[in-house]
């Protein structure tokens, strides 16, 4: 239900349809324990949807680690090493792909908020949080 709420509610906010959740992301999004509780999961959601190419949910399951059913319970106090700064330089390398390609434009129809599937203030926001400098894609 959680899933469904936020995938919803952040769908909404950059204006994205899905027409379906991928099976394998149900099973992990199921499986995985959540030691971030409700912030990871809007987190890995939030992040998702921006990052999904089609109208098919899917998360990345590099992401997070999956720690197999019957190591749960000897895991759960234990933190997991994982580090948002590899999703934030996966989300970055994207950003700037699609930027190099509007060769800086971030609105418009050849904009890369187009090209994303993400509305111009939403990319907008993207890119300022990741200090990325979009004026170094504008040709002189």
Not at 12 to 37: A, C, E
Not at 102 to 129: E, F, Q, Y
Request: with cysteine; charged share 25%.
């Amino acid at each position: 239900m959680l899933l469904q709420y936020f995938l919803g509610r952040y769908a909404n906010q950059i204006g994205r349809v899905f027409k379906s959740i991928d099976k394998q992301t149900l099973d992990f999004f199921h499986d995985y324990q959540w030691p971030g509780n409700i912030r990871e999961l809007q987190n890995v959601v939030e992040r998702s949807v921006i990052l999904s190419p089609d109208n098919v949910f899917c998360v990345d399951s590099s992401w997070l680690p999956s720690i197999p059913c019957s190591q749960r319970k000897h895991h759960k106090s234990q933190p997991h090493d994982i580090s948002g700064d590899d999703d934030a330089e996966h989300e970055r390398e994207i950003i700037e792909s699609a930027l190099a390609q509007s060769r800086g434009r971030i609105s418009g129809a050849k904009g890369a908020a187009v090209r994303l599937g993400l509305s111009p203030s939403t990319l907008d926001a993207r890119i300022k949080k990741l200090k990325i400098r979009k004026n170094r894609f504008k040709l002189p």
